[in-house]
């Protein structure tokens, strides 16, 4: 897990971990087929914030924030509540039912959210900038507003979606009713997500009864995903809180794995690197074959300084799911900080694995660009410097690494060539495009 930006403490992170990833996927990859999104293609960012809120910035993009995750008692709670979220999206709800004003909003949302979402990279340097600009769209993104009228078409869709799923509607309704007092009666605790979706007992009562009427209001949610929902939660928890609450929440006589998980991540918080280790050790024994122990392991380690030992538990989690770009960059980045030159090929090979599944990743693209300049490759790492603003969207430096790259890189190959694109798209002067056509200077 990686969360990152210090510098601004009001504001709420963007943070993004492979586990906590793939089990919001299993849980709402059905409502998005039920939709007919295709599940591959939506991204879930999550947002680190104590607010109840969850909102659509596209079909492509839901953004869900962590205080959510943890009001949620159920995988059939937020389950719900997504398929609402859903319902909104896939029904084109927009902003004051204005749709052109909502398009032209869109569009810098999204490149500034792209921007937030590189620094899912642990400890990404220099990304923590773009993060502070990234996670207030977000927020403005749930401040929106939606219609009476809106919210019932959403809560009719998300009863559909669930029906369709084979899943009960049980558990947006239990999630709504379960805040109905402190939205009608108490102003100060409002939370924003109700501001947004406004709730009435009308409303709620409504929703109940057509969700009574479908075939499967009694299925319950299967063992295994209501394990893994315990396993989310305190690993959020765990990271996002301070250790005290944690061992509060999870004490040493609860034996269950999401306890002994989350006490293993607030000993590694409270730099207890030995301790930390042998809980994670302990966990290992029960789940040999979880890639995230793994990556944990090697992230307690390789904070600590332990960079060469933190490579074998790196490794393996890379073994264990070789589709994760973040478990990638997590051992490139464990070679690499062991400075060894002979070895950047060794990394570079890491980095790019984790670019074909995510190219869009910054921090990946800027230890491409050390890795290269580790091996004196200095147009590659020119190059790879560029594509790292570029997808931050900082257009200027982009150009001016991209410049540099097309100079060392050899002529009319396919980087020198990409070099060339990323200039021409990023706004160059009239000066840089006569120096690009030939003529001396
Ligand atoms: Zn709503």
Known sequence: ????????????????????????????????AAAGLDPKSIQIAMIEDKELNAGTVSTKLIGIYTGLIQETKTPNELIGVMAHETGH????????????????????????????LLALAAGAPGAGAALITSAPYFGELGAVGYSREQESRADQAAVTYLERSGQSARGLVDFFDNFRYEEVFEQARRYKFFQNHPISSERIESLRRRAEEQPHYNAVDPPDLIALHEVMKAKLFAFTQPPQLTFQKYP????????????????????????????????????????????????????????????????????????????????????????????????IVHLQKALTFDHENGFAWELLAQAYDAKGDGGDARLAAAEARFSIGDLVQARIFALRARELLPKNTPEWRRATDIVLVANPTKDELRQMSGAPG
């Not at 029904?91 to 004051?96: A, E, K, L, S, Y």
């Not at 050790?281 to 789940?287: C, E, I, W």
């Not at 392991?297 to 973040?326: C, D, M, T, W, Y």
Request: net charge negative; aromatic share 6%; charged share 25%.
């Open 1 to 32: 897990m990686a969360s990152v930006a210090q510098a601004q403490e009001a504001q709420p992170r963007t943070i993004e971990d492979t586990e906590i990833g793939e089990i919001l996927h299993k849980e709402c990859d059905p409502i998005f």
């Open 89 to 116: 999206a896939a029904g084109g709800h927009t902003v004051r039912g204005d749709a052109e004003m909502q398009r032209a909003a869109m569009n810098p949302m999204l490149l500034t959210l792209g921007l937030g």
């Open 252 to 347: 040493d006589t609860d034996n269950s794995y999401p306890a002994r998980y989350a006490r293993a991540i607030a000993y590694y918080r409270e730099t207890e690197v030995e301790t930390a280790v042998k809980a994670v050790d302990a966990l290992l024994v029960d789940q040999p074959n979880n890639p995230y122990l793994y990556e944990l392991k090697g992230q307690i380690l390789f904070e600590a300084g332990r960079a060469k030992e933190s490579e074998a538990p790196h490794r393996r989690s890379v073994e264990l799911k070789p589709n994760a770009p973040l478990l990638q960059v997590n051992l490139a980045r464990a070679i690499m900080a062991q400075e060894d030159g002979k070895r950047a090929d060794e990394a």
